[in-house]
C-alpha cells in the first residue's frame, strides 16, 4: 500500500473550493493534519481571490457551485498548477467539459480521503518531476515509487519494472520479468491494437495510446500508454520503455456519461452523438446506413401488473440481446429512455437490414416474459420502425430519426409486435 509522506504534504500550499459546508469541513479537518498551508474557497470567484493571493502547488475543486463553478474558474485561472476535479454522478454535464481542460485527477464523491491525499501526493510528485527539483538519487527513488513504468528488450520481453506499477497490476517484480505485457492484456482489446504498435515502436517512432488491461485478480485498469523506443550508440534499438498514466477513474466516468445503468446500453446522449459520426463515417465510404427505433408493446400495463423492478428485469433481458445481436465494430445498441431502444448498423442491404430487425424481435419473443396485460400476446413483444438510406440520401440525423419513429408509428397502429420498414427507404 502506498504511504502518505508527511513531508512532502508539509511543504505544499492547497487551494480547495467546495460550497457544501459539511463536505467542506469534512475534507478541511482531515487535510489540515497533514497540510498546514491548506486554504479554502466556497465558490469560483472566491478561488480566484485566494488563488492569486496565495499561489498553491495545487488545486482541488467541487465542479458544480453558486456564482462561479469550478470549470468556469479553472478557465479564467488558466493555470498549469496541477488540478483534482471533485465530482458526482449526477455532475456528468459539468464533467464532460472538465474532461476537456487539463485535469489531473478526478475524484468521485463521497471523497475517499486517505486516496485524496494520495492523490495530492502524486499530482505534486509528477509536477516536482516535470520541473526537475529533486537530486538524482532521489528522483530514481521516486520515479520507482511514482511512476508506473516498464522496461522491455527490443522483443517485447519486460526486464524491469517499476515498484509502482508492480502495484498496480498485482505482479510483482519477479513475476513480470521474462513475460511481455500480454499478461496484463484485457481480452476486449483487439490484436490490432498490438499490431499498429509494433509497427510504429519498430520504425523508432514514439507510440501513445489508451488501453484496457487486467491486473492479476482480473480487475479492468484503464492506463495512457507512451511507449519510446530507446537506441544505442549506433542507432539500433537496444530496448523500449512503456509510461503509464492511470486513467481508469477517468474512464469509469466517461461510462457513466454514455452508459444507461439500467440496461448497461448506450445512452440516449451517446446516441446523438454516434449517428453523428455514422453519418459522417458512411458518407466518406459512400455506405448505407440502418436505424431502427424498437418500443416494448404495452410496457407501462407491464410495470403495472408486475412492479418497476420486474419491469428493470425484463429491460435488462431485452437490451442483452439487442447487445448480442449488434455484434459488429459497426453496430451500436441504445436505450433512448423508457421502454424505448434504437440500433444504428451500416453495410446492409434492405432486405439484410430487414431480416435482422425480424430476428432480433423473434429473439425478443423467444425470451418468453410472461405478459397477461397486453393487448397482442401473452408474452412481452416489441415494435420496430426501420429506415435504410444510402450515405448521398442523409440530410441530417433528425430526418433518420423521423422516418424511423414515423416507421414505428404505424407498426403500431398496424397491431405492433412487427417491424414496418419505412417507404423513404432507398437502395445503395
Given at each position: ?17 467546495e460550497d457544501e459546508e459539511m463536505i467542506k469541513e469534512e475534507v478541511s479537518f482531515f487535510c489540515e493534519r497533514f497540510i498546514s498551508d491548506f486554504h479554502v474557497a466556497t465558490n469560483g ?380 427507404s432507398k437502395k445503395g
Amino acid at each position: 500500500m502506498k504511504k502518505i509522506n508527511k513531508d512532502l504534504l508539509r511543504s505544499i500550499t492547497v487551494l480547495y473550493v467546495e460550497d457544501e459546508e459539511m463536505i467542506k469541513e469534512e475534507v478541511s479537518f482531515f487535510c489540515e493534519r497533514f497540510i498546514s498551508d491548506f486554504h479554502v474557497a466556497t465558490n469560483g470567484i472566491e478561488g480566484i481571490e485566494l488563488y492569486e493571493k496565495v499561489k498553491p502547488d495545487i488545486i482541488i475543486t467541487d465542479i458544480q457551485m453558486p456564482k462561479m463553478n469550478g470549470i468556469e474558474m479553472l478557465k479564467k485561472l488558466d493555470t498549469n498548477v496541477p488540478v483534482i476535479i471533485t465530482t458526482a454522478f449526477s455532475d456528468i454535464e459539468f464533467f464532460l467539459k472538465a474532461i476537456e481542460l487539463n485535469v489531473n485527477k478526478f475524484v468521485i464523491k463521497p471523497v475517499d480521503l486517505r486516496e485524496l491525499l494520495l492523490d495530492i501526493q502524486d499530482c505534486i510528485v509528477n509536477r516536482r518531476l516535470k520541473d526537475k527539483l529533486f537530486e538524482k538519487d532521489n528522483l530514481l527513488k521516486i520515479i520507482d515509487e511514482n511512476v508506473l513504468i516498464s522496461i522491455t528488450d527490443k522483443d517485447g520481453i519486460i526486464i524491469d519494472a517499476s515498484s509502482s506499477f508492480c502495484d498496480l497490476v498485482g505482479y510483482t517484480k519477479e513475476e513480470l520479468i521474462g513475460k511481455t505485457h500480454r499478461i496484463v492484456k484485457h481480452e476486449d482489446t483487439p490484436d490490432s491494437v498490438y499490431v499498429k504498435m509494433w509497427e510504429t515502436i519498430s520504425l523508432g517512432k514514439t507510440y501513445k495510446a489508451e488501453l484496457k488491461n487486467k491486473k492479476k485478480d482480473g480487475s479492468i485498469y484503464w492506463s495512457h500508454l507512451t511507449i519510446t523506443p530507446v537506441l544505442n550508440e549506433n542507432g539500433k534499438i537496444e530496448n523500449y520503455t512503456a509510461i503509464r498514466q492511470d486513467i481508469t477513474n477517468k474512464k469509469r466516468l466517461e461510462q457513466l456519461a454514455i452508459i444507461d445503468e439500467v440496461t448497461n446500453l448506450y445512452n440516449r446522449r451517446y446516441f446523438n452523438v454516434t449517428i453523428e459520426n455514422e453519418i459522417r463515417r458512411v458518407s466518406r465510404e459512400g455506405g448505407t446506413l440502418s436505424l431502427v427505433i424498437l418500443d416494448i408493446d404495452f410496457f407501462k400495463n407491464y410495470n403495472d401488473t408486475y412492479g418497476h423492478p420486474s419491469g428493470d428485469k425484463a429491460l435488462l433481458r431485452i437490451s442483452n440481446v439487442l447487445k448480442n445481436k449488434a455484434s459488429r465494430a459497426s453496430d451500436f445498441a441504445f436505450r433512448m429512455g423508457g421502454e424505448e431502444f434504437s440500433l444504428i448498423f451500416s453495410g446492409t442491404s434492405i432486405d439484410e437490414s430487414l431480416s435482422y430487425v425480424k430476428s432480433i424481435l423473434k429473439e425478443i419473443e423467444n425470451l418468453q416474459i410472461v405478459h397477461e396485460s397486453s393487448v397482442c400476446k401473452n408474452i412481452v413483444t416489441v415494435s420496430a420502425g426501420l429506415i435504410v438510406l444510402p450515405s448521398s440520401e442523409i440530410k441530417n440525423p433528425k430526418q433518420l430519426y423521423k422516418l424511423a419513429d414515423e416507421a414505428l408509428y404505424e407498426a403500431k397502429n398496424k397491431g405492433r409486435n412487427q417491424v414496418v420498414l419505412s417507404k423513404e427507404s432507398k437502395k445503395g
